[in-house]
């Protein structure tokens, strides 16, 4: 693993650091694969309870880099536009993976969260936000969806009326906003975006590790997940 994805131990709590600053972490194939080995450490790393994602630099991730796009041909072949929906299958597995730990997982959000970076924020459980972040889904402005998760997490997060007018509009909205709307949990000074993740990371592990996952993976259970995936995939077959 290259360091476009540091893990760092802190006693039971795992941080992932998505460290690609000079792109605002913006997420090519070679990072979410580093995440997603990341995520399988955080399986197999035994005494650890909680789990926190960030970003290094200006933002928590701008989203998707464009420019990696490009690179699909190496990965999927010349003919990669025929095979978007193994592509989308290969980033929402990551993603699901993520979500389907048993541990807690606590995204910490600054700077920009935008398209996939809102995604995999909302396959975390919790978030908390530095003032003034800005977060959207702004896929329907190019022609597609969130098809990453974001439609159905975020449908699950905040309910049909308001997962509608985020996605229709795909506009940016900021962390005080999201906290009205239930997006994140927390907003907190950009200074205490740190302190407060490790902080409700040590209360959640004041809990029964097997009563936390537990209670997880029931909560989780409630939404069709998989259902909302497969018709997010599904779409591609009307382009």
Not at 40 to 67: C, H, M, Y
Not at 159 to 165: F, H, L, S, V, Y
Not at 202 to 228: F, H, N, S, W, Y
């Amino acid at each position: 693993m290259s360091d476009l994805v540091l893990t760092r131990q802190q006693e039971s709590v795992l941080e992932i650091v998505l460290n690609r600053p000079e792109k605002r972490n913006a997420m090519n194939m070679e990072l979410l694969r580093e995440l997603d080995t990341a995520v399988t450490q955080a399986n197999r790393t035994p005494g650890l309870r909680a789990v926190i994602i960030r970003g290094e630099g200006k933002a928590f991730s701008a989203g998707i880099d464009v420019s990696a796009l490009l690179g699909l041909a190496q990965t999927y072949g010349p003919h990669w536009q025929q095979r978007m929906r193994a592509i989308t299958d290969e980033f929402q597995g990551i993603f699901t993976r993520l979500e389907r730990l048993e541990l807690p997982t606590i995204a910490l959000l600054h700077g920009y969260c935008l398209g996939l970076a809102l995604e995999l924020a909302l396959a975390c459980d919790l978030r908390i936000a530095a003032a003034g972040t800005q977060l959207g889904l702004p896929e329907t402005r190019l022609g597609i969806i969130p098809d990453v998760g974001g439609t159905t997490r975020l449908t699950r997060v905040v309910g049909p009326a308001r997962a509608k007018e985020l996605i229709f509009t795909g506009r940016h909205i900021d962390a005080e906003w999201a906290e009205r709307w239930g997006i994140v949990n927390y907003v907190v000074p950009v200074e205490e975006l740190a302190s407060k993740g490790h902080a409700l990371a040590a209360e959640i592990t004041q809990a029964a590790p097997l009563a936390v996952g537990m209670a997880k993976r029931v909560i989780d259970g409630l939404a069709d997940v998989d259902r909302g995936l497969q018709l997010e995939d599904g779409h591609k077959a009307s382009f």
